[in-house]
Each structure stands twice: as structure tokens, then as C-alpha cells.
Nanobody, 126 residues
Framework: QVQLEESGGGMVQPGGSLRLFCTAS????????MGWFRQAPGKERVFVAG????????IYADSVKGRFAISRDNANNTVSLQMNRLERDDTAVYYC???????????????????WGQGTRVTVSS
């Protein structure tokens, strides 16, 4: 059974940084594409960042390009999302997700991801 768990959320002032982590049980993450999504209060869940199984290709939502970076730590079976220059609009619950099949590219479509974590809350506020 695949289980994902996010951590690292919290409250931060505008302009600050946070690093989110996604760890897995029941799956070797290095074989799978990974995605980060977020859902703000009253809004739909949207794509934030994704990385292919090899770690060589990453994609980002326009709203976070240049501020966020997704990366892998295969030794710890973890994928992280470094978030810099945080803005109030980044406030949301952040979710990591992984698809059913290995060796693929990340996509922006949530329908392509089969397994999701429970989310970690990020609040950007002064």
C-alpha cells in the first residue's frame, strides 16, 4: 500500500522561505514522477511543481517559477519543495502526489496522479 506524507508546513512572513517534504512508504519514489499541488481556501486544487522519475526534468506553475524548486533525495526516499520569496497568495494546503506507473514524466493534470498525501498547511502572513 502506497502512503505519502507531507511535512514542513507552517506559518511564515511574506518574503520568507519554507521547505516541504514528501516521504513515502510502500513505494520507491525514485522510480516515479512526483507532483506538488496546493489548494487555497475556497479554491480548487492546482498544480505547483513536478519532477520526472529521473530528477532531470522539472515543471512549474507560472505563479511559482523562479521562487520554488522541486528536488529528490533518493537516499531518503523523499521529494522536497523549496519555497522562497513566499507571498500571501501561496497560502494553501500543499499536497504531494505520485502516479500509478513508474518511469514517467510529471504532468500538471491531477488526474494522472493516483496517490496523494494528506497535505501540509502553509500560511504566509505578517
Amino acid at each position: 500500500q502506497v502512503q505519502l506524507e507531507e511535512s514542513g508546513g507552517g506559518m511564515v512572513q511574506p518574503g520568507g522561505s519554507l521547505r516541504l517534504f514528501c516521504t513515502a512508504s510502500g513505494r520507491t519514489l525514485s522510480r516515479y514522477a512526483m507532483g506538488w499541488f496546493r489548494q487555497a481556501p475556497g479554491k480548487e486544487r492546482v498544480f505547483v511543481a513536478g519532477i520526472d522519475w529521473s530528477g532531470r526534468s522539472a515543471i512549474y506553475a507560472d505563479s511559482v517559477k523562479g521562487r520554488f524548486a522541486i528536488s529528490r533525495d533518493n537516499a531518503n526516499n523523499t521529494v522536497s519543495l523549496q519555497m522562497n520569496r513566499l507571498e500571501r497568495d501561496d497560502t494553501a494546503v500543499y499536497y504531494c502526489a505520485t502516479p500509478q506507473h513508474p518511469w514517467g514524466l510529471a504532468t500538471m493534470r491531477p488526474q494522472t496522479y493516483a496517490y496523494w498525501g494528506q497535505g501540509t498547511r502553509v500560511t504566509v502572513s505578517s
